[in-house]
C-alpha cells in the first residue's frame, strides 16, 4: 500500500514553531486524505489537521489559527507547520494516509514536545 516516512518533530520552547514533514511511497492514487494525528502521554490519539486531494483541510478547533497544513503538487507529502506551540501541543504526532480503494496507513510517530 502506502508507506509513511514524519520528520521534524523535536524540542521547542512555548511560542516557539516547527515545521513536520511526511512523504509517501508506494500506490498513491488520486483520491486521498492526509493528514495529522497526535497522542499525549495518557490520553486517546486525536486529529490534529487533515488534507484532502482537492485541497480541503479540516482543523481541530484546538489549534485553529496557529497550524496549517498543506501538500506538495506531487501529492507524495504533506507538511505541518507549527506556530505559536504551547505545552499542550507536546505528544507524539502521526502522519495519516487514506487514498480511494487502500486501507488506512500511520507513520512511526515523531516526538513534538514544548517546554521551556
Known amino acids: 500500500q502506502v508507506q509513511l516516512v514524519e520528520s521534524g518533530g523535536g524540542l521547542v520552547q512555548p511560542g516557539g514553531s516547527l515545521t513536520l514533514s511526511c512523504v509517501a511511497s508506494?500506490?498513491?492514487?488520486?483520491?486521498?486524505?492526509m493528514g495529522w494525528y497526535r497522542q499525549a502521554p495518557g490520553k486517546q490519539r486525536e486529529v490534529v489537521a487533515t488534507i484532502h486531494s482537492g485541497g480541503d483541510t479540516i482543523y481541530a478547533d484546538s489549534v485553529k489559527g496557529r497550524f496549517t497544513i498543506s501538500g506538495n503538487s506531487a501529492k507524495d507529502t504533506v507538511y505541518l507547520e507549527m506556530n505559536s506551540l504551547k505545552p499542550e501541543d507536546t505528544a507524539v504526532y502521526y502522519c495519516y494516509h487514506w487514498g480511494l480503494g487502500q486501507r488506512e496507513s500511520w507513520g512511526q510517530g515523531t516526538q513534538v514536545t514544548v517546554s521551556s
Open positions: 508506494g500506490m498513491i492514487v488520486n483520491i486521498y486524505t
